[in-house]
């Protein structure tokens, strides 16, 4: 299901914060986990089984796709767990789910609800599409593959009719922007062997971004890598070459992050909704790519690369631990109250100052993500320049805040 009948946008959605932010900023379709079966399922928020219906009823408003992740390894003992989500998901109108572990896969089909295949299967070659064509209406190929494969791929689909379950034509879905690990799409065992914390349970502690020293054991002779993070790549970004995935036969184009910030989502869904619909009415330009690098570059980030789509053979490595992106948030405050008539928003500034001229962000799990430059304040009921620390401030925005909400203020790096 798209906008323009080229690709569905899928994003990423790791609390209601970040899942508005992906409704308001376009996406086609989301995709999240619940509780600890999903492989994100260290991140700091998680949905909860309760929380399925509200996510359905606020996609469905919007005709967006709801894809819920069930890709970890599965052991006996969570069968009971899986079945009780799957069944839970079924109830409340869940699109699909996204898995791996045939248990899953399995069980989704008696109950008759769609299946994506995940990344972690490692689809590769026709072949394979074609067994799990059998299960599944949507398969995730290997993140390892060029282009040039991929589009072999989805030739033949065509070429050979390869039809899914619901008798529709499979559909080919790949990574077009965020992390990638140095494993082979994803199944990685250091964090296992490190500290007993399975990636592929979703528990990665990711021991590939940090910084090593390589030591000769025969003559103890240290090298400390200080230019590059050898283990790290950067992120993918497909922004430039967006046009030649879409011509590739490419149906679904997903965007990683379900452990970022919900800023994070709004930014690269916001541009890549822009970029795939450049595309489908002939505007697709070099100055519109390197102004959409801009924004892209504001949010977090280990610097950008094509991953493996245009042929390279290694990854291009990051050569810092953490984000390199060119501005960032503070914690300032949260909000108080709502003036409705006037459009005015009452905040206590709990952490940093504020003055005219800042450029704030308010995120909530009803506001999503709202960007605003301060024109006017009050304070204490008198127009100020600037509010601080301890202090209650007005200010409007013309849009709904809740007591829920947090401000931040953007700082350039």
Not at 90 to 95: H, L
Not at 111 to 120: G, N, Y
Request: some cysteine; aromatic content about 8%.
């Amino acid at each position: 299901m798209t906008r323009n009948g080229q690709i569905e946008l899928m994003a990423p959605a790791g609390n209601f914060e970040s899942l508005q932010a992906a409704i308001v900023n376009g996406a086609d379709s989301v995709y999240f986990g619940v509780e600890q079966l999903n492989m994100r399922a260290r991140a700091s928020i998680n949905f909860t089984i309760e929380d399925l219906p509200e996510i359905v009823q606020r996609c469905q408003k919007e005709n967006i796709r709801t894809y819920l992740t069930l890709n970890t390894i599965i052991y006996d003992h969570d069968l009971s767990l899986i079945k009780m989500v799957l069944n839970t998901a079924k109830k409340a109108g869940i699109t699909a789910v996204i898995a791996m572990d045939q248990a899953v896969i399995a069980f989704a089909r008696q109950i008759d609800m769609e299946v994506h295949i995940s990344t972690q299967i490692n689809i590769t070659n026709i072949e394979a599409v074609k067994f799990y064509s059998l299960f599944a209406d949507t398969v995730v190929l290997s993140r390892e593959l060029s282009l040039r494969q991929i589009r072999n791929i989805c030739t033949q689909i065509q070429q050979e009719a390869v039809k899914g379950p619901s008798g529709n034509l499979i559909e080919v879905e790949v990574f077009g922007h965020g992390a990638l690990c140095m494993a082979v799409s994803g199944k990685c065992y250091l964090s296992l062997h490190s500290h007993n914390s399975s990636a592929n349970r979703g528990a990665c502690k990711q021991n590939c971004r940090k910084k090593y020293t390589v030591i000769d054991q025969e003559s103890g002779f240290e090298i400390e890598l200080d230019n590059e993070y050898m283990m790290s790549p950067k992120d993918l970004c497909t922004l430039d070459f967006l046009d030649q995935i879409i011509d590739a036969g490419v149906k679904v184009l997903k965007i990683e992050g379900r452990g970022r910030a919900p800023e994070y989502v709004a930014t690269v869904i916001k541009t890549y909704r822009e970029a795939i619909d450049a595309h489908a009415n002939g505007t697709f330009s070099q100055d519109k790519v390197d102004s959409w690098m801009k924004e892209l570059d504001k949010v977090y980030n280990r610097g950008f690369w094509s991953g493996y789509y245009l042929g390279q053979q290694l990854g291009e490595w990051s050569d810092g631990p953490g984000s390199q992106a060119s501005q960032r948030k503070i914690y300032v405050g949260k909000g108080v109250h709502y003036y409705p008539r006037p459009g005015i928003a009452e905040f206590k500034i709990e952490a940093f100052d504020i003055k005219v001229g800042d450029t704030l962000l308010i995120t909530g799990p009803t506001t999503g993500v709202q960007e605003i430059q301060l024109g006017e304040i009050m304070v204490d009921d008198v127009i100020a320049s600037m509010a601080e620390k301890g202090k209650n401030c007005t200010f409007p925005t013309g849009f709904k805040v809740r007591p829920s909400d947090k401000l931040y203020k953007i700082v350039k790096e």
